[in-house]
């Protein structure tokens, strides 16, 4: 089998095991993390750096990082890519999701996330038997499935609904233009924003907010890993009804100490006897 085939062959795998259907998937982040158990963070990164994933080999921790981009068709190809090498444990020293090696690992990793984006069936569920030969056919394809228009004419041409100069030709194309001829810039605008946030893994953030709501962390610390400032961290825990417990100290309770007794008639006497002592060995010297 080789790397494509391979690529589909897991895609197809892996929305049948989580019950995803065909249909065009939502938000990626989202499914990776419920769907796979993997952390996933939006990240801030240099402008060559899409993602990468990461392996605690100790504990068998897996994370994947994406970076905060203003193309969001790119960063949900980048999330599926590094998907891909979670599930086929493409372990490596420095596996940077930018695409530029083209080994095999990254060539399947490509196919796979390709087939898991827009999968044939779901194409062919979606067009039917019409012919395609307009560009507002491949604006409507790259709107629904939320791929950018290279991967779109792949997968159709895949499926039999272009030729290949055609192909070539809307592989050139970008989804900001098709949006823009189409009419649906503001949705891409409002894709753009979302992929331009920063984000923090979903898991780790619960047990932050569980661990601020016991008094055991700081919303400095939620602010922190949301990479927002103080103030709107604390606003948006109080408008959600968080807010951190006040646990009483025992100790510092009056009617939780024990009755203690306490005999000071010892005390009295220590307290008195020097001063008497001292006075009569004085008059006593003087009348020697």
Do not use: C
């Not at 990793?109 to 087939?115: C, E």
């Not at 948006?236 to 100790?251: H, K």
């Amino acid at each position: 089998m080789n790397t494509e085939a391979e690529g589909r062959t897991a895609a197809i795998q892996f929305r049948r095991n989580n019950h995803l259907g065909v249909q065009p998937l939502g938000d990626l982040v989202a499914v990776i993390e419920q769907a796979t158990g993997v952390d996933v963070a939006v990240l801030d990164a240099g402008p060559d750096e899409h993602g990468l994933t990461m392996r605690d080999r100790r504990r068998g921790a897996v994370f994947i990082g994406v970076a905060r981009t203003r193309k969001p068709m790119r960063q949900r190809s980048t999330l599926a890519h590094e998907l891909g090498h979670v599930l086929f444990g493409d372990w490596a020293d420095n596996n940077a999701g930018n695409w530029s090696s083209r080994n095999p690992a990254e060539i399947r990793a490509d196919a796979f996330a390709r087939h898991l984006l827009i999968p044939i069936e779901g194409l062919r569920e979606f067009l039917g038997n019409q012919t395609l030969r307009a560009q507002s056919s491949l604006s409507a394809i790259v709107q629904r499935f939320l791929v950018s228009p290279k991967i779109a004419a792949i997968a159709l041409h895949q499926a039999g609904y272009i030729d290949a100069p055609t192909k070539q030709d809307w592989m050139a194309l970008t989804t900001p233009l098709l949006a823009a001829r189409f009419g649906w810039t503001d949705q891409y605008r409002a894709l753009q924003a979302d992929s331009n946030q920063q984000r923090a893994p979903q898991q780790l953030l619960a047990r932050a907010i569980r661990g601020y709501a016991e008094g055991a962390l700081s919303a400095q610390a939620i602010a922190t890993l949301r990479g927002i400032p103080l103030e709107a961290a604390k606003a948006d825990l109080s408008e959600a009804g968080v807010v951190p417990t006040e646990r009483p100290i025992a100790w510092a309770d009056p009617t939780e100490l024990p009755d203690v007794e306490v005999d000071l008639a010892a005390l009295d006497a220590d307290l008195n006897a020097p001063d008497d002592v001292d006075e009569q060995t004085e008059a006593e010297r003087q009348a020697e």
